[in-house]
């Protein structure tokens, strides 16, 4: 059974910095070294957006209100994902979900997914 774990949410003050964790079980290092992987959030009252993606090659995707702050990254060899989040703001409180599908091509970090984490609750105050 294919899962996804996030942990490294919390609480930091605007400004401040955080790092983000995704376990993934269920895939063989082989086979998650195809998957195009993202992070998605989910402020309260608001949908579900897309945040940043990586692809299988490495390449990364990111939505604009988080360019040059937030960076993602993967270390195929513990199947784990990564969002590094720098010059935190209010407006970044939100449930992360970390998220996955396989894929060969390049990886929007809009894209549809096909497994996703229970999420982790990252709060920013001002």
């Known amino acids: 059974e294919v899962q996804l774990v996030e942990s490294g949410g919390g609480s930091v003050q605007d400004g401040g910095s955080m790092r983000l964790s995704c376990a993934a079980s269920g895939y063989t290092g082989y086979t998650y070294s195809k998957l195009c992987m993202g992070w998605f959030r989910q402020a309260p009252g608001k949908e579900r957006e897309g945040v940043a993606a990586?692809?299988?090659?490495?390449?990364?995707s990111y939505a604009d209100p988080v360019k040059g702050r937030f960076t993602v990254s993967r270390d195929n060899a513990k199947n784990t994902l990564y969002l590094q989040m720098n010059s935190l703001k209010p407006e970044d409180t939100a449930m992360y979900y970390c998220?996955?599908?396989?894929?060969?091509?390049?990886?929007?970090?809009?894209?549809?997914?096909?497994?996703w984490g229970k999420g982790t609750l990252v709060t920013i105050s001002s």
């Open positions: 990586i692809s299988s090659d490495g390449s990364t």
């Open positions: 998220a996955a599908r396989y894929s060969n091509s390049f990886c929007r970090y809009y894209d549809a997914m096909s497994a």
